[in-house]
Nanobody
C-alpha cells in the first residue's frame, strides 16, 4: 500500500519560514519523481516544485522561485519543501505527489 504523509505545516508570519516533509512508503522511492502542489481556497491545484528521482533536477513555479527549495533523502524516503520569505499568498493546502499517488495535504497559513 502506497502512503504519502505530509507534515510540517502550520501558521507562519509573513517573511517567515516553514519546512514541509513528505514521508513515502510502499513504492520504490529512489525511482520516483516527486512533486509538491498546493491549493488555495477557491483556486485550482497548482504545481509548486518538482524533483527528479536522483535529486539532480528541480523545477519551480515562478511564484516561488528563489524562496522555496525542494530536496529529497533517498535513504529516509522523504521529500522536503523548505519555504522561506513566506507571503500571505502562499496560504494553501500543500500536497506531495508521486504520480498517480497523493498525500492527504498539510495546511500552511501565512498571516500576521
Amino acid at each position: 500500500q502506497v502512503q504519502l504523509v505530509e507534515s510540517g505545516g502550520g501558521l507562519a508570519q509573513p517573511g517567515g519560514s516553514l519546512r514541509l516533509s513528505c514521508t513515502v512508503s510502499g513504492l520504490r522511492f529512489s525511482s520516483a519523481r516527486m512533486s509538491w502542489y498546493r491549493q488555495a481556497p477557491g483556486k485550482g491545484r497548482e504545481l509548486v516544485a518538482f524533483i527528479s528521482s536522483a535529486g539532480d533536477n528541480t523545477n519551480y513555479a515562478d511564484s516561488v522561485k528563489g524562496r522555496f527549495t525542494i530536496s529529497r533523502d533517498n535513504v529516509k524516503n522523504i521529500v522536503y519543501l523548505q519555504m522561506n520569505s513566506l507571503k500571505p499568498e502562499d496560504t494553501a493546502i500543500y500536497y506531495c505527489s508521486a504520480p498517480p499517488f497523493w498525500g492527504q495535504g498539510t495546511q500552511v497559513t501565512v498571516s500576521s
